[in-house]
């Protein structure tokens, strides 16, 4: 399961996704609004994704921590829109016949999909808002071509 939904992420779901009978182990990572960033008070979040691009990314992402780590299912999940402070943005569900596994391809997944996957957010906070992370000044244009 490989999902860019406007909705709120039902961690269940991700849950059942994954689960398989030769897997001793499902580790699981929800990212969240908090309520502060850099000394600022956050108001809210907001994602802006390219779909197409995000999915195949995610899907790679998933092949690569089973190649890597035995992991027997992976699913992610990312939110866009308006994302209050308190909700989730992001879920990762992984399952794997051990638990070191299953830890080691989540915590693999999650950096991954900050480091390569084409969602940028911005943050509201009291008295302004800022992109943040590598895609500095928002999203580029759908024109754009992205590197695979």
């Known amino acids: 399961m490989f999902e860019v939904v406007e909705h709120p992420i039902e961690l269940s779901r991700l849950i059942v996704a994954v689960s398989r009978p030769d897997a001793g182990a499902i580790a699981t990572f929800l990212g969240t609004t908090r309520d502060h ?3 600022r008070q956050v108001i809210r979040l907001q994602y802006e994704a390219y779909p197409e691009m995000a999915l195949r990314e995610m899907r790679r992402i998933g092949e690569q921590a089973i190649e890597r780590f035995s992991a027997k299912a992976v699913a992610i999940v990312h939110r866009v829109g308006v994302v209050e402070i308190g909700e989730t943005s992001v879920a990762i569900a ?8 299953a830890f080691a391809a989540c915590r693999f997944a999650i950096d991954r999909l900050k480091e390569i996957v084409p969602i940028w957010k911005k943050e509201h906070y009291r008295g302004g808002e800022i992109w943040i992370g590598p895609q500095q000044g928002g ?6 071509h992205f590197a695979s």
């Open 37 to 39: 960033n850099a000394g």
């Open 94 to 101: 992984v399952s794997a016949a051990h638990r070191d596994a």
């Open 139 to 144: 999203p580029p244009p759908a024109r754009e």
